[in-house]
């Protein structure tokens, strides 16, 4: 509701009977999303983001039974995103409210969600939780919704494995060797914070592993 402020939006549903609980309601509500500030603010003068957070609150007020969200933080500061999920999912459990979150995001499903299901083309492919799915995907399309994953032939990764087996295999999952049956040629480096992002050549195709270091192109490595 654009002409009146945001906590105004946040308690516009909350009994006035108890005035000072509703204004301590709201309060808190704000808080949790980080719009304290912006209280006496009509969200006509907020960016996108800004109004989803409002949004969010002014849901939550009301401790509903079951809850809905659509990409939730899609609209949200990237810098801002982390900590407004903790605080909301970590509310969410507090007062045990059954929430379903339609997301793209791997933060969203990893680190909060009890129950995952993972649709393709409008039909449930896996219902699991988080951890089972990720460590146990049943096709590179669950994989890939992680990041990037290896289709890699059983035979480069064991001395008996199966040429004709195709294994899925994380970045994280691959390390650099001596000696091993998967030689492979380097690419290029991404920097990507904590690590690289290694990008490699071999008989079969392009392999991705992670690295602590970035890796000079051309030179031959190991992998196991």
Do not use: W
Not at 38 to 61: N, W
Not at 110 to 123: A, E, P, R, W
Request: net charge neutral; glycine share 4%.
């Amino acid at each position: 509701m654009p002409y009146i402020t945001v906590e105004e939006n946040v308690g516009k549903f909350l009994s006035n009977v108890y005035k000072d609980q509703k204004k301590q309601r709201v309060s808190e509500l704000l808080d949790m999303v980080e719009m304290s500030d912006f209280a006496k603010i009509k969200p006509q003068y907020l960016s996108g983001g800004q109004q989803q957070r409002v949004a969010l609150a002014k849901v939550l007020a009301l401790e509903p039974e079951v809850l809905l969200l659509d990409e939730p933080f899609s609209q949200v500061d990237a810098f801002r995103t982390n900590n407004l999920r903790r605080n909301i999912f970590r509310y969410l459990k507090e007062k045990e409210i059954t929430c379903l979150v339609a997301t793209h995001d791997s933060s969203d499903v990893l680190s909060f969600s009890d129950k995952t299901i993972v649709m393709q083309n409008g039909k449930i492919i896996e219902n699991d939780t988080p951890e089972n799915v990720y460590k146990n995907p049943k096709n590179k399309y669950i994989a890939t919704l992680f990041g990037d994953v290896n289709e890699i032939a059983e035979s480069f990764l064991k001395p008996s494995g199966d040429k004709n087996k195709i294994v899925l295999v994380y970045p994280h999952q691959l390390k650099i060797a001596n000696q091993s049956l998967f030689a492979v040629t380097v690419r290029q480096s991404y920097f990507k914070g904590s690590h690289y992002l290694i990008e490699a050549q071999y008989a079969n195709g392009i392999v991705y592993f992670d690295h602590i270091s970035p890796l000079q192109n051309g030179i031959l490595v190991y992998l196991v």
